[in-house]
Structure formats: C-alpha cells, structure tokens
C-alpha cells in the first residue's frame, strides 16, 4: 500500500530496483521502511516478533473479533428485516414499540463481548504457557508461569510448572552427580597412583604391603562402579527384576546370617524377626541388598552396646520390613534427602548411595521407603515389597512369629 495516495502497489521483489516516496519519506527498493533503523534487517527475522505464546493469543484474538463480527451481521440482518418487531399494534397509530431487531442487535453485542472476554482469559494463559515452552526448549529450566489461571487451564499451568521444575531438578542432580563421581574416583586413583609411582621409582619395594593398597582401592572403585549402574538401570526403569515367590523370614534369616560376625566384632547385637507373611512377589537377591545395604549403615552408626532390629509383618497388601538401630540417628537437616544419591554425613564411611540404591530397588519393586530418627533415638528404615498376585488371600504360613 502507497501511504502517500493510499493506492495498492505490487510487492517490492516484483519491482526491482524500485524506489517510490511517500510522507513517511522514500522507501528503498528492498521494501524497508524509512523509519526502520540502520543496520537491521529487513524484513526482521522471526526471533525480532513475539514468540509463540504471542502469535497464538493475537489468533485467537482474530478468531474471536471475527465471531463478533459474524454475530453482528446475524443481528443487522434479524433488524432489517424486521424479525422480532411488535406486529401486535400495540401503542396506537405509527407505533410499534422498541424495534426488536435493535434488542436483538444488543443481545448478541452482549454475547459476543462475553464471548471475546472469556476467549481472550482462556488465550492469555496458554500465550504464557507457549512462551514458556519455547524458554525451556532453550534450556532455560527456571522458566515458571504465574497466571493465575482456574480450571482446566489453570491444570494446564501447574502441569507445565511441575514440569519444569522435575527438569531443573534433573539438570541439577545431573551436574552434581558428575561432580560427586569425580570426588569419590579422586582418592583411590591418588592412592593408586601414588603407591605405582613409589614402586617405579624405587622408593617402595613391590611387597605385599604396599601392592596390598593398590588392589584394596581397585575394590572401592570397583564396589562404586556397581552401584552406580545399579542406580542408574533402576533409576531409568531398566533393571530387570528376576520375581519369584520369596520367604520374608529366610531373607531375615540370611542377612542375620552373614551380618553376625562383623556386629559382634563391633560389639553390637543383631536380631530379626518375621511375622507370619505369604510368599513376596519379589527378587530375593534385590531385596537382600535393600536389606544389607540397611543393616550396614545402622551397624554403622550404632556405638558399641547398642542394637540393631530387622522386623517384617504384614501390611495390607504388602510385607512392611524395618530396619532399626539404637545409633546416634541422623540429623534433622539431614533427613528430607537421605536418600539422594552420595548423601551422606561427615562422618560416614560409606560411598553414599547405600541408601540411594534401596530406594531404587524398593520402588523398582512398587514399594515405597521411608525413614525415621526422632532425636536422640536412633533410626527405623521402613520399606514395603508387595506380596505376589495370590498372596493377599492366601493364609500365613505358620503359627507364630519366627525368630532370628
């Protein structure tokens, strides 16, 4: 459109070389505005418009004038051709009463403001929510959207802010995961190093007190690398699970067992006991390592003349074990992430993802774990393994609780 006479011009690639002037002042052959600053280009890219979020509120915004306009139309058409008038004759002579046609033209005016106000509430939202999609596939997870938006728009909302909020979590996670791998290799790969180097060189004979080192970190490393694809496949769904009918009393049983000897070194005593349960729909050797992994970390923490419990009964639908200890408990601060993964107080002794690795593998499961340490009381670890498909209707075995 020429804005000096108002008059239609042919698109400027159709015109080339063209320059042709105007009030604003001359416009180039390229199409660019006199106004349009020096440097920039035109016409401007996408990313100079307003985002997704934008284009699609001002769509509905067209779509809605557009139902205003129709209805509109309806009502002048229902006003002149007389639909709606007083035939009646009421009024005398010439008088007619109000045009209905003009009551009509009102109603729909009122319907389509009504209409327009709800679609532009409804767009409003959702521009945001497009916005901030656009934000996160950037990589900005600390987007949120703060429309106070009701209904199944405002579901829409949360949704989108607990998603974000699960990938900023993630992100995070990730990043301290890397650094607390990086930590925990640091130490042995020194020792290791260090040992290897002094044994080179000469300064230390290759006996078995200074190789004896080198393969105990070789250990560590190793026991960190399992855990660590062990929390990985369990984390990501992909852990298989080898189920089979399993015995609550002969897992208490079994890590009772092979507990015994390093509880009574450390002077601390050990019992377990398992009330009458059916069958676990279950993999015993995940479900020992849930229960070793327990039993070491309360042994852990337990001074010498202290006690450490493993208890299991039935719950419902499900076998409740507990795991619980006479220690120096853990600290309140300390509690809501005891099971995040390298976790751990300054004076543990453990990698750290004893009590990460549980979790994975009671969820893994379809159980859930949680723990408890009232100050000053120690700690009760509790997690529940379903019972097999069966098992719910079927009778405990047995007549009493059996002890360990």
């Known amino acids: 459109m ?13 015109l080339p070389g063209h320059l042709w002037s105007g009030p ?3 416009w180039g052959k390229d199409g660019r505005p006199p106004w349009w600053p020096e440097g920039e280009p035109w016409p401007p890219p996408a990313e100079h418009w307003r985002g997704a979020g934008g284009r699609f509120v001002r769509r509905v915004g067209c779509a ?8 509109s139309f309806v009502g002048w058409l229902f006003a002149n051709l007389g639909f709606g008038s007083d035939d009646r004759g009421y009024g005398g002579d ?30 409003a939202p959702i521009g945001d929510v497009m916005e901030a999609a656009d934000r996160v596939a950037a990589g900005d997870y600390a ?19 607990e998603m974000a909020a699960r990938l900023e979590t993630n992100e995070t996670q990730r990043r301290h995961l890397l650094a607390d791998v990086t930590h925990e290799l640091r130490t042995p790969l020194a020792v290791i190093r260090g040992n290897l180097e002094g044994i080179l060189d000469g300064v230390y004979p290759a006996d078995e007190a200074h190789l004896g080192p080198i393969l105990d970190e070789t250990t560590t490393m190793a026991r960190l690398l399992d855990d660590l694809s062990t929390l ?12 089979e009918p399993t015995a609550a009393a002969a897992l208490i049983e079994d890590v009772v067992a092979a507990f015994a000897p390093r509880a009574a070194e450390a002077g601390v005593s050990l019992s377990g006991e398992a009330a009458p349960l059916p069958d676990l729909d279950a993999d015993p050797v995940r479900i020992r390592q849930v229960l070793e992994n327990l039993v070491a970390n309360a ?33 309140p601060e300390m509690l809501p992430r005891v099971f995040d993964r390298f976790a751990k107080s300054a004076d543990s002794g453990g990698s750290g993802l004893g009590l990460a690795i549980a979790k994975s593998l009671v969820e893994a499961h379809g159980g859930a774990i949680h723990a ?3 100050p000053g009381k120690g700690t009760t670890v509790r997690f529940t393994i379903p019972l097999e498909a069966n098992g719910g209707s079927e009778k405990a075995r047995g007549e009493g609780a059996v002890w360990v």
């Open 64 to 71: 809605a004038f557009a139902l205003f306009l129709l209805v």
């Open 299 to 331: 042994l852990r923490h337990t001074p010498r003349g202290g006690g450490v419990r493993i208890t299991a009964r039935l719950d419902r639908r499900a076998a409740l074990f507990a795991v619980a200890d006479t220690g120096t408990g853990i600290a």
């Open 2 to 14: 020429d804005p000096s006479n108002g008059k239609r011009v042919p698109p400027h690639d159709r």
């Open 372 to 374: 408890d340490s009232p």
């Open 232 to 243: 990985s496949l369990a984390e990501a769904g992909a852990l298989r699970l080898h189920r």
């Open 143 to 161: 987007v949120r959207v703060s429309n106070p938006a009701r209904g199944e728009i405002g579901r829409l909302v949360h949704s989108f802010n």
């Open 94 to 123: 010439g008088y007619d009463g109000p045009p209905g046609g003009f009551v009509g033209i009102l109603v729909l005016v009122l319907i389509g403001a009504a209409i327009f106000r709800a679609v532009r509430r409804t767009a």
């Open 24 to 26: 604003l002042g001359t």
